[in-house]
């Protein structure tokens, strides 16, 4: 994100959330998403690391529901929470429902992508890791 976005006193937390209310359209909730997100990794204060990944898993929704859709930006996102997901759970440094159902969330993108790649094996994996998940 360039620095101008970083020290904007127009673009702050509050200011994206209204946007991002008023806003449905996959196609303009991306810029404003990947604004929030670099406002929340590069705050002077550490940012809330379940905050960092809702944000990421909204912004793979958006990026999938594009026209055309960044598919290869929504597996990424995807995968970068799935990631965190399980690194956190282990250390234990988050609560582990939250992290569930994030993780949850993250798949169900990451499945959806990955069909729509056409990755039939790594679609059931992730469908089949999403049902262990669920139990």
């Not at 359209?25 to 990794?41: F, G, I, N, T, Y």
């Amino acid at each position: 994100m360039p620095p101008a976005i970083l020290s904007s006193s127009v673009l702050t937390l509050p200011i994206l959330d209204a946007l991002l209310l008023r806003s449905s359209d996959p196609s303009d909730r991306v810029p404003l998403l990947s604004a929030k997100l670099a406002l929340l990794e590069n705050s002077p204060a550490p940012a809330d690391p379940l905050a960092v990944l809702r944000v990421r898993v909204e912004l793979a929704r958006a990026y999938a529901g594009c026209a055309p859709p960044d598919l290869h930006a929504a597996e990424s996102e995807a995968g970068v929470v799935d990631a965190a997901c399980r690194r956190l759970g282990k250390r234990r440094q988050a609560d582990e429902q939250a992290l569930r159902d994030l993780r949850r969330e993250a798949l169900a993108v990451l499945g959806e992508v990955e069909e729509a790649l056409g990755r039939i094996v790594r679609a059931k994996r992730t469908r089949e890791t999403l049902e262990r998940l669920k139990r």
